[in-house]
């Protein structure tokens, strides 16, 4: 009898990051009003994220009362931080896997010095940030850089691989990811997330409207709409382009799944990205 191979995972430096970019604007051929133009940018992500909690996040996380959730519905991240990890890594490797976990209340209180965690649930879905070498392997330093209340130390910040294993054993044997192959069948529901060096870049140099950087960005979680559902919406507005082409070639297979959604901060709603998709959904 034979063994069952597993496949290593291949990651490429010409991994899509932002998948959003691009795919909506504003038409100009047909008369609007300055709420759509300044919205256009937009749409899709919040699209997204308003779609996940009236279906991913209800339905495989429970009913939980908003103070309780097993998740929190922003994570902060300071984008001097990437620029920390870029200095360090990009030259070592291709770019961050972003890993789905579940991790305890306490865990994250010691990890971070944090007690400010905007939900009572003992348990709830985080994200650990790991380099990935040009081997494809991670480095076993995993870092911790999600809602820090004080300054990032990329020496006393991260975790090594026992710690990670934990918690990523944690969310795989969690009753809300066996939901998630239910409700994401036929594909398989998010393990992780990767952005190349290239990407991360992108986040250190964009600029708001007033040609300043931003400060932080704010991720939240979103679901990939499903093709037809996407398309049907934008033809019935007159204002907007949408080239569902590409559309379907960024998520045609990857529709149903969670995904998280960055906004850069603070705020720019008048700027030419506004929201970002974390790009590369793996398995």
């Known amino acids: 009898m034979g063994t069952l191979e597993i496949k290593k995972t291949e990651y490429h430096t010409q991994a899509v990051g932002n998948r959003l970019k691009g795919l909506v604007w504003r038409n100009k051929e047909v ?40 998740y929190l519905d922003s994570y ?20 961050i896997k972003f890993e789905f976990v579940f991790i305890t209340d306490k865990e994250y209180i010691d990890y971070t010095g944090n007690t400010d965690i ?40 991260y ?15 969690k009753d809300i990811f066996n939901n998630m192959i239910t409700y994401s069948t036929p594909v398989k529901p998010t393990e992780h997330i990767y952005y190349s060096w290239a990407d991360i870049n992108n986040i250190l140099i964009e600029r708001n409207g007033s040609s300043k950087l931003y400060k932080e960005v704010e991720f939240s979680f979103g679901e990939v709409i499903e093709y037809d559902i996407i398309v049907d919406y934008f033809k019935k507005y007159s204002y907007y382009k949408f080239d569902a082409a590409k ?37």
């Open 159 to 173: 975790i090594g691989d026992e710690s990670l294993d934990r918690l990523r054993n944690r969310y795989l044997s």
């Open 247 to 283: 559309y379907k070639s960024a998520y045609g297979d990857h529709e149903r799944k969670l995904t998280i959604l960055g906004r850069y901060m603070p705020d720019d709603m008048s700027g030419s990205e506004g929201y970002f998709d974390m790009g590369s959904l793996y398995p």
């Open 76 to 95: 902060l991240v300071d984008i001097s931080i990437f620029e920390i990890l870029y200095n360090k890594y990009s030259s070592q490797g291709k770019g």
């Open 31 to 70: 008369e609007t009003n300055p709420m759509i133009e300044a919205h256009v940018e937009h749409d899709i992500g919040v699209m997204f994220m308003f779609k996940a909690k009236d279906s991913i996040l209800r339905d495989c996380f429970g009913s939980a009362p908003k103070t309780s959730r097993p």
């Open 118 to 157: 905007s939900t009572a649930a003992t348990e709830f879905l985080y994200f650990i940030a790991t380099p990935i070498d040009n081997n494809d392997d991670p480095i076993n330093e995993h870092y911790i850089i999600f809602n820090l209340n004080h300054r990032f130390e990329i020496g006393k910040d």
